[in-house]
């Protein structure tokens, strides 16, 4: 079976076509680095011709507000037209736990249209809608610059790249939900506080400020909006384990 991962040189692109490739599957990573660009449409095609499982991992940055909308809308577009055209029976999105409830983003106005599309394509689709991952809050605290660093105290329920990765790959041997599911971390925490351990476990000097009016890439936060619904799919690696893990040295294997 084919399955080719859109986005395959993100955070989790990279984990999902690793955990993918031990399984008895043809894998097509499919990045700009690799020649296909689903936002122009480069490659598209010949990288999705004879696929089964189509699994959309693409993002951008959330800063970047209407360009954001600008990019999912186009790039879904492209995608599920080459779809189509493959005969692609199973498209499989990654969104965000909240969406719905953030739309004075433009980020997640874009990752919104993004599933309306692949709902309205005629495609059989999955949509996992997926908590913050410990990865990506760290790298919203790497990314600051300011002294302080001003975070809403927001509940999440994050989870780990890895469970992720693990969760998506689950789907492409599921047949389409045709409609969306939810997976989350087992623990409930403050937004602050994890940057605030991330950021002590780093060493950065900086001050993590708890401010409930601190906008989360254009969209005020209430204390609920990132936690998902009663049914959603609860990983199992915890935060501790998490940061433990995220300090340990890569180890090198050296050839005899």
């Given amino acids: 079976m ?8 993100g955070r989790i692109g ?3 076509v690793r955990n993918l490739r031990q399984e008895d599957l043809r894998v097509v990573e499919a990045s700009r680095s690799t020649g ?6 480069v490659g598209l095609d010949a990288a999705l011709d004879g696929a089964r499982v189509v699994i959309d991992v693409t993002n951008v940055s959330p800063d970047d507000g209407d360009a954001a ?9 492209n995608l599920l037209e080459a779809g189509r055209r493959a005969g692609v029976r199973h498209h499989v999105v990654l969104s965000i736990v909240g969406t719905d409830g953030l739309l004075a983003s433009g980020y997640f106005r874009g990752k919104k249209l993004q599933e309306e599309m692949a709902a309205g394509s005629g495609i059989p689709f999955t949509i996992l809608r997926s908590t913050q991952f410990f990865e990506f809050i760290s790298g919203v605290v790497q990314a600051g610059t300011q002294r302080d660093i001003r975070i809403a105290p927001a509940l999440v329920q994050p989870i780990a790249g890895e469970d992720l990765a693990d969760m998506l790959a689950d ?3 599921s047949d389409p939900f045709n409609g969306m599911l ?3 971390g087992p623990e409930r925490l403050r937004l602050d506080e994890v940057a605030v351990e991330i950021a002590t476990a780093q060493e950065d000097p900086r001050r993590i400020v708890a401010d409930a009016a601190a906008p989360y890439f254009g969209a005020e936060l209430g204390e609920h909006s990132l936690l998902p619904g009663a049914g959603a799919r609860i990983a199992t690696l915890t935060f501790d ?6 300090l340990q040295p890569h180890r090198i294997s050296i050839p005899n």
């Fill in 69 to 77: 909308m600008r990019f999912f809308e186009i790039s879904s577009r």
């Fill in 182 to 184: 939810e997976v989350a």
């Fill in 2 to 9: 084919k399955v080719v991962v859109i986005g395959s040189r």
């Fill in 36 to 41: 296909v660009d689903s936002f122009t449409g």
């Fill in 14 to 16: 990279e984990r999902l």
């Fill in 241 to 246: 384990d998490w940061l433990r893990d995220s």
């Fill in 171 to 173: 789907a492409v041997f």
